[in-house]
Nanobody, 124 residues
Framework: VQLQASGGGLVQAGGSLRLSCAAS????????MGWFRQAPGKEREFVAT????????FYGDSVKGRFTISRDNAQNTVHLQMNSLKPEDTAVYYC??????????????????WGQGTQVTVSS
């Protein structure tokens, strides 16, 4: 399984970005998907998760109400729509797949496969 994240970039505070993660492999449609982020000097932080069907989502407190996770199982893709971005959202964003774990999870230990990360920079 390979995960390819894209869509990062530089944006002003208050702006929006849409991250995408394309997955190879046969487990995607059965798997939980998650987004995590890591800022310089900080630990990796949970951002959002979605279950295998797309029917259940869960967000970290710092992004709740601003970010939306979605998935397209026909295209093996998961998206993260980020609105009202703040400078503190600046980080490398990683997508992750849960393998045979199908539910939502905020724990990085429930994810088996990780993408390479995409940089998001929000200027003030």
């Amino acid at each position: 399984v390979q995960l390819q994240a894209s869509g990062g970039g530089l944006v002003q505070a208050g702006g929006s970005l849409r991250l995408s993660c394309a997955a190879s492999g046969r487990t995607f449609s059965m798997s939980a998907m998650g987004w995590f982020r890591q800022a310089p000097g900080k630990e990796r932080e949970f951002v959002a998760t979605i279950d295998w069907s797309g029917g259940s989502t869960f967000y970290g407190d710092s992004v709740k109400g601003r970010f939306t996770i979605s998935r397209d199982n026909a295209q093996n893709t998961v998206h993260l729509q980020m609105n009202s971005l703040k400078p503190e959202d600046t980080a490398v964003y990683y997508c992750a797949e849960g393998g045979y774990y199908a539910g939502t999870s905020y724990s990085e230990y429930d994810y088996v496969y990780w993408g390479q990360g995409t940089q998001v920079t929000v200027s003030s």
